[in-house]
């Protein structure tokens, strides 16, 4: 528990600074993570079996991260379309198995679009220019006394301090939502849980740990999404719903994979997380959920 909890804190501390500077550093960054992702898919289907395209399943997956990157969706699109022609046409030259193909294909879908989606959300919006200075509200003079200091300081300084492009809030509202929703479930079906979830796929998941996602995720939308962002509060309320949701569904289908390929961590770059794929589970589906409601809702507007 102990060594879960400190990485944790580094992996929250390293994304935070990715998250803030975005840019190159956050595009590369979200690269390697899919690519580390999907080798690790790769390798449990390949315990079960099921020989996966390695090498072309990664280029392929570089090549629509890269396009969504420069912002070319239509691109994007076009190299997961030509990479997965290419996959099947392997059946007919190379004689691969069809299995062993439309596991490689589906992988490209699960993997490389949410990452995509992740990469799009950041740069959904304008962001400034290394030129460009960022309008800020003045923070209060701390050289007077404490009670005058106390006194100035109002919810307008402290989203002072957060006055980011909307890219960044959205990046930061959806790993915050994400985190909530993985965190609550924890903590409350380990404290309270009794009522077994799914314990063919996931035996350690509960019903009240999923309430607690829930409420938890709600709460954490609404903090950080209505008073410290300044989105609407019943968007937000709703927003706290569907990420639990999603996040849960996410676990739960990460682990079937891994109930299916036999082994109980996707890897081991993350102590006391298991693998990238372990730990980003949840994010392969309220990523691409998450921009699809922000754009729908003119969250981005």
Excluded at 3 to 20: D, K, N
Excluded at 49 to 75: D, K, P, Q, R
Excluded at 144 to 172: E, R, T
Excluded at 178 to 189: E, I, K, L, P
Aim: with cysteine.
């Amino acid at each position: 528990m102990v060594l879960r909890i400190i990485t944790g804190i580094i992996g929250i501390a390293i994304a935070a600074v990715l998250i803030q500077i975005g840019g190159t550093p956050f595009a590369c960054a979200a690269i390697l993570l899919a690519v580390i992702t999907w080798f690790e898919y790769c390798a449990a289907f390949n315990r079960a079996g099921v020989s996966t395209s390695y090498i072309f399943g990664a280029i392929t997956l570089i090549l629509m991260l890269c396009c969504a990157w420069l912002g070319n969706f239509e691109e994007m699109l076009g190299a997961m379309t030509l990479g997965t022609i290419i996959m099947f046409a392997s059946m007919v030259i190379l004689g691969s198995r069809p299995t062993d193909i439309c596991v490689s294909a589906a992988g490209l879908i699960y993997l490389g679009m949410p990452f995509t989606h992740l990469i799009l959300l950041r740069f959904l919006t304008d962001e400034r220019l290394p030129s460009e200075s960022i309008d800020t509200v003045a923070l209060p003079d701390i050289s007077g006394n404490l009670s005058a200091l106390i006194a100035n300081f109002d919810l307008a300084h402290v989203q002072a301090l957060f006055n980011i492009d909307m890219g960044c809030k959205l990046v930061w509202l959806l790993f915050l939502c994400t985190w909530a929703s993985d965190t609550f479930a924890y903590f409350v079906g380990s404290a309270i849980g009794s009522h077994k979830l799914a314990p063919s796929i996931s035996p350690n998941k509960t019903v009240e740990g999923i309430f607690g996602s829930l409420v938890g995720t709600v709460i954490t939308a609404i903090i950080f999404g209505h008073f410290l962002f300044g989105f609407e509060l019943t968007q937000m309320a709703i927003l706290g719903v569907i990420m639990a949701i999603a996040a849960t569904l996410g676990d739960l289908a990460e682990s079937t994979i891994k109930r299916f390929s036999g082994v109980k961590d996707s890897g081991f770059l993350i102590p006391g997380h298991g693998g990238v794929f372990d730990r980003f589970d949840s994010l392969l589906f309220t990523a691409p959920i998450f921009y699809y409601f922000a754009v729908v809702t003119g969250l981005t507007s």
